[in-house]
């Protein structure tokens, strides 16, 4: 979804009920900071569409997003009495050309 605003967005995504997922495209890295400290959200992707984290971070959300008292799987203690934010980011140097995932090229 689009907005014309990073106001509008912001508001957009933490009036909704649900809290599981969002991510923001940009190349400006104080928007990101400050995105990802505001939104309402289990999972931030910073260019990075879906922002599924690794196995040691529970899969799942804030407000209507979650069933019970905990998540799915992890640190079930910590978790019961805090609400962690998994980020997921990616920055791309634009003097090389293309994408690079990092994998090994030997």
């Given amino acids: 979804m689009r907005v014309r605003s990073y106001e509008e967005g912001l508001h957009l995504i933490n009036s909704n009920a649900y809290g599981n997922g969002t991510a923001i495209f940009t190349n400006d ?7 990802q400290n505001e939104v309402e959200v289990g999972m931030v992707g910073i260019n990075v569409p879906i922002p599924v984290p690794v ?34 980011s990616r920055w791309l140097d634009p003097s090389h050309g293309g994408i690079n995932l990092g994998f090994p090229q030997n």
């Fill in 55 to 88: 196995a040691y971070y529970s899969f799942g959300g804030f407000k209507d997003s979650i069933f019970g008292s905990s998540k799915a799987y992890g640190m079930q203690g910590f978790q019961f009495f805090t609400r962690e934010k998994a980020i997921t």
């Fill in 29 to 35: 890295g104080g928007a990101a900071r400050r995105f």
